[in-house]
């Protein structure tokens, strides 16, 4: 079993910056990807950002503004995320993929408003 644990969700201004971080239970030599999804009320699952052997992958709308990275020392993903808009308000997911089973964290939520 794969816990994940999510972690630096909050509240921030558009145009502010946050950092989530999502600390694996298991080394993460023997992840073969981690991702961020993200889901908004009312609309379905997507995915934000992911890393699959070092390369790296990011949804459309995060392009240029959301880094993914990972630090295997401490067995954690990182999101760093700038530039805010209010449609980046979701409830933010770490996701895991360990001999082809995926484990996802319990979420953590940004909000970004005035």
């Known amino acids: 079993q794969v816990q994940l644990v999510e972690s630096g969700g909050g509240l921030v201004q558009p145009g502010g910056s946050l950092r989530l971080s999502c600390r694996a239970s298991?080394?993460?030599?023997?992840?073969?990807?981690m991702g961020w999804y993200r889901q908004a009320p009312g609309k379905q699952r997507e995915l934000v950002a992911a890393?699959?052997?070092?390369?790296?992958n990011y949804g459309d709308s995060v392009k240029g503004r959301f880094t993914i990275s990972r630090d295997n020392a401490e067995n954690t993903v990182y999101l760093q995320m700038g530039s805010l808009k209010p449609e980046d308000t979701a409830v933010y997911y770490c996701?895991?993929?360990?001999?082809?089973?995926?484990?996802w964290g319990q979420g953590t939520q940004v909000t970004v408003s005035s």
């Open positions: 996701n895991a993929n360990v001999d082809a089973r995926l484990y």
């Open positions: 298991i080394s993460m030599f023997r992840i073969y990807a």
């Open positions: 890393i699959i052997s070092g390369r790296t």
